[in-house]
């Protein structure tokens, strides 16, 4: 299976990692083994599986790397507020895991507390003010909070910062005007 994860073979490592689980008992080379899965899992977009087997290990060993790619795998599947929780616990235990910052924030973009978000966006800004990413997510806030002018604004940095999105986006509107 680790061979497999090697060569970016997620499926067949996949497949490997569940027949041995199948076979072993518990302890050290198990957790090994539901985590290995877990990222195979992930890798190939089976977000309740990966799910299931981040929560497993978690159960055995404390993580920020755990909990983030669990809070990935439910976002994926549209579990907010449970990607949200663990986000929380990710910058609980590391706060300078600005990706976490970004995706919790997304995160409430996409459960439409952009209240929350936009808060997110503004610390990540903060720690970090070239992440053009922020910059444009924070825009997309800034627009669904009905507030244009911040928005254009935060896309014209965004642009400058180098985002195509941005910019693809700008050019949208000039086109419009």
Request: hydrophobic residues 40%; aromatic residues 8%; negative net charge.
């Amino acid at each position: 299976g680790v061979e497999l994860m090697d060569e970016q073979e997620y499926e067949a490592a996949e497949h490997s990692f569940t027949e041995y689980l199948e076979r072993c008992g518990k302890g050290e080379e198990r957790s090994a083994a539901v985590v290995n899965r877990a990222y195979c899992r992930f890798h190939i977009g089976s977000w309740a599986g990966a799910e299931d087997d981040f929560t497993e290990a978690l159960r055995e060993e404390e993580g920020a790397h755990l909990l983030f790619y669990r809070a990935q795998s439910r976002r994926e599947q549209g579990k907010n507020d449970e990607a949200i929780a663990d986000f929380s616990a990710v910058l609980d235990q590391d706060p300078s895991l600005l990706t976490a910052l970004l995706y919790r924030g997304e995160t409430f973009q996409h459960a439409e507390r952009h209240e929350a978000a936009l808060a997110d966006f503004d610390a990540l800004i903060a720690a970090d003010p070239s992440n053009h990413l922020a910059h444009f997510r924070r825009s997309e806030t800034l627009l669904a909070l009905k507030r244009p002018k911040d928005a254009l604004a935060e896309l014209v940095i965004a642009r400058d910062l180098g985002s195509e999105r941005a910019d693809e986006t700008l050019r949208l509107l000039a086109g419009r005007i």
